[in-house]
């Protein structure tokens, strides 16, 4: 009886082990497939906004949540490379934020920290303590114990880094988190490089726009694929129209050219689209707001073609008051 008792309680514990190991298994998946949604989240919010500035933050908070660690913060660097920021930061319940004492932090005070990112790709220990000298100086003051960092990288440069940190104990950082925040930092980097193109492109398209302005000429952009006219502002007011006023339509220019010119303006446009010249100007007259002409002088040339016909194009130009008095 004792030995059958004794098999008894062996058998009764093999199920028990069994339903242990299959619920942390089953943890295991949720976990990871509530960080699999997590991603797709941050992801969809970087990608669904221009303004990606607005929501770092909100990501920042994400990973927090997700992974509960102290400290989750974005570094970006100065123009010179020199010095590095933090420019944005989560923190968990009851630890003590950072980001107003690390404003332009000098890399030549944390030499390994740069070198550590750039080389090894990461900055990463569950003991503070064995990192090297420069490192541990600067991350003990803050309560640091464990930390996990990787590079952000812009338009193949060296950008900044994002990172996570843990106050409260030594913390292992399991294979699933150290893929998690590579992978954010991709995404991020991705969203940062989308902002900072996007600016460049508004900024040369507002200093062209001040440049044409100050020229009193009008710009024009006509997609004869799809139709599409663009006039800017001073395009419709030098005609003395408002702006908006006029229809983004080639009927409505066709409209506005004088019968009498509109020959020659036909044909040097067709010359230019198919290649004959390479670029298109003509002089020719546009009726005003008041029902007068005016004599014009307009220039432009093809841009961007969407196959070997040059009627699948986009042209754009300027346009100004010819200074010459023509009847």
């Not at 950008?159 to 998690?180: A, K, Q, S």
């Not at 930092?185 to 044409?212: D, G, Q």
């Amino acid at each position: 009886m004792e030995n059958g008792s004794v098999h008894s309680q062996e058998s009764d514990a093999l199920p028990a082990v069994a339903h242990a190991v299959l619920s942390a298994a089953e943890e295991k998946i949720r976990y990871l497939f509530k960080q699999q949604k997590l991603l797709a989240d941050i992801s969809q919010l970087l990608n669904s906004t221009a303004s990606v500035r607005a929501i770092v933050g909100d990501v920042l908070g994400l990973l927090g949540e997700h992974t509960n660690v102290s400290r989750v913060y974005i570094f970006e660097n100065a123009e010179n490379g020199l010095e590095t920021s933090n420019t944005y930061e989560w923190c968990n319940t009851g630890i003590v934020p950072q980001k107003e004492n690390l404003q332009g932090v000098p890399y030549e005070l944390i030499p390994s920290w740069k070198y550590m990112l750039m080389v090894d790709g990461r900055v990463f220990s569950t003991d503070i303590t064995t990192l090297p000298e420069d490192i541990s100086a600067i991350l003990e003051p803050q309560a640091i114990k464990s930390i996990l960092v990787y590079p952000l990288y812009v338009q193949n440069g060296f950008y900044g880094f994002i990172g996570f940190d843990e106050c409260t104990h030594t913390r292992e950082w399991p294979e699933d988190e150290m893929n998690l925040l590579l992978t954010v930092a991709n995404i991020i980097s991705n969203a940062f490089e989308r902002s900072r193109v996007l600016s460049e492109f508004e900024n040369s398209e507002l200093r062209l726009k001040l440049a044409l302005d100050g020229a009193k000429e009008g710009l024009w952009d006509w997609n004869n694929e799809t139709g599409g006219v663009y006039f800017s502002d001073t395009w419709c007011t030098m005609l003395g129209y408002e702006p908006g006023q006029i229809d983004p339509t080639l009927a409505s220019w066709e409209r506005l050219v004088h019968p009498d010119d509109m020959a020659d303006v036909t044909d040097a446009l067709t010359k230019h689209l198919n290649g004959e010249t390479e670029f298109y100007e003509t002089i020719h007259r546009m009726r005003t707001a008041d029902g007068g002409w005016k004599w014009i002088l307009d220039h432009g040339m093809v841009v961007g073609r969407c196959g070997p016909s040059a009627r699948t194009s986009t042209s754009r130009g300027r346009r100004r008051r010819n200074t010459v008095s023509r009847r």
